[in-house]
Nanobody, 119 residues
Framework: QVQLVESGGGLVQAGGSLRLSCAAS????????MGWFRQAPGKEREYVAAINWNGAKTYYAESVAGRFTISRDNAKNTVYLQMNSLKPEDTAVYYCAAHNPVTDRYESWGQGTQVTVSS
């Protein structure tokens, strides 16, 4: 089981940048594919980006491709989401999650970190 704690959210103007961090505890982090998701008020949670266990493969939602970069440092048990050229529609609570290959689902969610982009 992986426990996750997100940080790095805040208030930023449109066009600005933020870097989110997700600190993980547990022995299995370095073998675990990870993802970032977000949920805006009144909307369902949506997928943002994913990274495989060793960082060799990354995937992005179309809405963030070219603006966001997911990365990880297994030595620090941390996954990051660098967000550039932020837009007001990026405003949401951002969550990281660990992928369970047995169920093929993202599980072990963190508590989330709020990102607010002002226009």
């Amino acid at each position: 089981q992986v426990q996750l704690v997100e940080s790095g959210g805040g208030l930023v103007q449109a066009g600005g940048s933020l870097r989110l961090s997700c600190a993980a505890s547990g022995r299995t982090f370095s073998n675990t594919d990870m993802g970032w998701f977000r949920q805006a008020p009144g909307k369902e949670r949506e997928y943002v980006a994913a990274i495989n266990w060793n960082g060799a493969k990354t995937y992005y939602a179309e809405s963030v491709a070219g603006r966001f970069t997911i990365s990880r440092d297994n030595a620090k048990n941390t996954v990051y989401l660098q967000m550039n050229s932020l837009k007001p529609e990026d405003t949401a609570v951002y969550y990281c999650a660990a992928h369970n290959p047995v169920t093929d689902r993202y599980e072990s969610w963190g508590q989330g970190t709020q990102v607010t982009v002002s226009s």
